[in-house]
């Protein structure tokens, strides 16, 4: 009889234990899951803006960042708010792709910190310019070309292209830091290939042609 008895308060015992283990592995995983990256945006010398989907709390906050090779960069969080996290990266070079790491984070009213990842990739430089970010905006029908550096300006020349029809209809507006061309419709999510003429960084002795691609 005493050992039935024994028997059957080991089994409430290791019922409770995998209750508990449950509720528990699901509140782990459920904090590592709740912050979600919505951006991640490089802005030059090596300043890189981590937005999220949601509201976020910070705890003990570590961030890394690596290369391809897997090689750790020296990395520093210099601002935080409740939807962004700011970092500044040494070592970066241009056309490179590096993937991220910040854990101390969690959705706001969790109870738990977890882990966000992702990458990021620091954009081709020609000429001493780079293009920051281009964009459609399909209401205007308009296409911006934004960069790091400030530029200047001769009889620029601004081509969009499929590969066999051209899309440009005008150069609507141009400042230091901006182009922005008139489109015909482009098709959302398609890739298009691009040629800027008549443009240097300030200061340069010569005008210059910068190619690329974007996704509408």
Known sequence: MRTDKMARTWKKIALALCVFAMVTGFTAVSAMASAKVKEVEYEGNGKVEISFKSHVEYGNVKATVKNAAGKKLTVKVVDKDHDDIDLKVTGLKASSKYTFRISGIRKKGESTYGTVKGSFKVPEKQHGITVKETEYDTHDREVSFDFFEK???????????????????KIEEKSLREIEVKVKKLTKGKTYSYKISGIRKKGASGYVTLTGTFKA
Do not use: C, L, M
């Open 151 to 169: 530029v200047e300006w001769k009889n620029p020349t601004v081509s969009i292209s499929d590969g066999s029809k051209e899309y440009v209809k």
